[in-house]
């Protein structure tokens, strides 16, 4: 069985650090590229970063370019989201997605940033 699991979130002050890890279990998704998305409360599911199967290639929402930063590591079937100067619109939780034969879907972690 195919999962993913994030792990990392939790309550931090703005301007605050978070590291987000997402572990991938059933199956390698070392050829695919893997994305982090969010949901905020009331809102809709929005992108948030991708990386390329190699890490050589990353893209990410104007919302956080320059603060958050995605890698992945192939042996560990891991990708990460380093999150940096925090601000309360982060608030969300955060969800690992790769889209391979199949879509597949983390079960989501809270980031709840406090002004």
């Known amino acids: 069985q195919v999962q993913l699991v994030e792990s990392g979130g939790g309550l931090v002050q703005a301007g605050g650090s978070l590291r987000l890890s997402c572990a991938a279990s059933?199956?390698?998704?070392?050829?695919?590229?893997m994305n982090w998305f969010r949901q905020a409360p009331g809102k809709e599911r929005e992108f948030v970063a991708t990386?390329?199967?190699?890490?050589?290639?990353?893209y990410y929402a104007d919302s956080v370019k320059g603060r958050f930063t995605i890698s992945r590591d192939n042996a560990k079937n891991t990708v990460y989201l380093q999150m940096n100067s925090l601000k309360p619109e982060d608030t969300a939780v955060y969800y690992c997605n790769v889209r391979a034969t199949t879509n597949y879907w983390g079960q989501g972690t809270q980031v709840t940033v406090s002004s």
């Open positions: 990386i390329s199967w190699s890490g050589s290639i990353t």
């Open positions: 059933g199956r390698t998704f070392s050829t695919y590229a």
